[in-house]
C-alpha cells in the first residue's frame, strides 16, 4: 500500500538556523510533490509545488528538492524564524492532479 | 474574505446520529474536496467533486454521502455516526484537475467531529 513518512514529528531549531524536514514515500509514483504548513486548528496552506522532472525549487527562504529515485523530497527553511513554527506536511500528488494522502507532519518549533 | 469555509466549527453527537457538515469556497473553482484528519494526524482524501459530478470516492462507508448543490458548494451528510467517525474533516477546493502543471488546493479551517 501507499505510504508516506516525515522524518520526524518534531523538529527544534534556534533562530537563524537551517531547518530540514524530509518526506520518503513507498508504493507511489508521483507525479509533482506538494508542500503544505499547517497551524493549529486551521487548514493546510499551500507553499511549494515541485514537479518529478525538477530537482530544486525555490521560494524566498524555502528550498524544495525531489529525489525520485531515493524516493524522497527535502523540505529547508533558511535562516528560520519563530513564526516558522507549526506543521508541515508533504503529499505527493498523482497525474490527475489529486492529492490522495498526506504524511502526517513534521512540527517544527523554532525558539528565539 | 473567507475563500473556502465550514460549518459547523465544532460537531459534538451521539453515534448513531445523522449530521452534515457544509462548506462553501467563493474562489470560483470547478473542483472541491473532501478530506479526513484522523487522530494520527494522516490527511486523507474521502470524495472528490469537479463541476458537480463525483470523480473520486475513496474507500469510504456508505454512511457518507457528498452532496454538491453548486459549484461553490460540497456538503457532507453522515449517517448513522460511529465512534470511529470522530475526527477533524476538511473541505477543500482547487481550479481543476490541471495534471502535470499542478493544482494547488484551498483548505478550509476544518470540521472537528466528535461522537460520544
Known amino acids: 500500500s501507499q505510504k508516506i513518512e516525515q522524518n520526524s514529528e518534531a523538529l527544534n531549531i534556534q533562530e537563524g538556523k537551517t531547518a530540514t524536514l524530509t518526506c520518503n514515500y513507498t508504493?507511489?509514483?508521483?507525479?509533482?510533490l506538494q508542500w503544505y504548513r499547517q497551524d493549529p486548528g486551521r487548514g493546510p496552506v499551500f507553499l511549494l509545488l515541485?514537479?518529478?522532472?525538477?530537482k530544486e525549487k525555490r521560494k524566498e527562504r524555502l528550498k524544495v528538492t525531489f529525489d525520485t529515485t531515493l524516493k524522497q523530497s527535502l523540505f529547508h527553511i533558511t535562516a528560520s524564524q519563530p513564526a516558522d513554527s507549526a506543521t508541515y506536511l508533504c503529499?505527493?500528488?498523482?497525474?490527475?492532479?489529486?492529492?490522495?494522502?498526506f504524511g502526517k507532519g513534521t512540527t517544527l518549533s523554532v525558539s528565539s | 474574505d473567507t475563500a473556502v469555509s465550514q460549518t459547523p466549527k465544532y460537531l459534538v453527537t451521539q453515534m448513531g446520529n445523522d449530521k452534515s457538515i457544509k462548506c462553501e469556497q467563493n474562489?470560483?473553482?470547478?473542483?472541491m474536496y473532501w478530506y479526513k484528519q484522523d487522530s494520527k494526524k494522516f490527511l486523507k482524501i474521502m470524495f472528490s467533486?469537479?463541476?458537480?459530478?463525483?470523480?473520486i470516492n475513496e474507500t469510504v462507508p456508505n454512511r457518507f454521502s457528498p452532496k454538491s448543490p453548486d459549484k461553490a458548494h460540497l456538503n457532507l451528510h453522515i449517517n448513522s455516526l460511529e465512534l470511529g467517525d470522530s475526527a477533524v474533516y476538511f473541505c477543500?477546493?482547487?481550479?481543476?484537475?490541471?495534471?502535470?502543471?499542478?493544482?494547488?488546493?484551498?483548505f478550509g479551517p476544518g470540521t472537528r467531529l466528535t461522537v460520544l
Open positions: 477543500a477546493s482547487s481550479h481543476g484537475l490541471a495534471g502535470p502543471s499542478g493544482d494547488t488546493q484551498y
Open positions: 508504493n507511489y509514483s508521483p507525479a509533482y
Open positions: 515541485i514537479r518529478e522532472n525538477e
Open positions: 503529499a505527493p500528488v498523482n497525474q490527475a492532479g489529486t492529492a490522495l494522502i
Open positions: 474562489l470560483g473553482h470547478d473542483t
Open positions: 467533486y469537479n463541476n458537480k459530478e463525483l470523480i
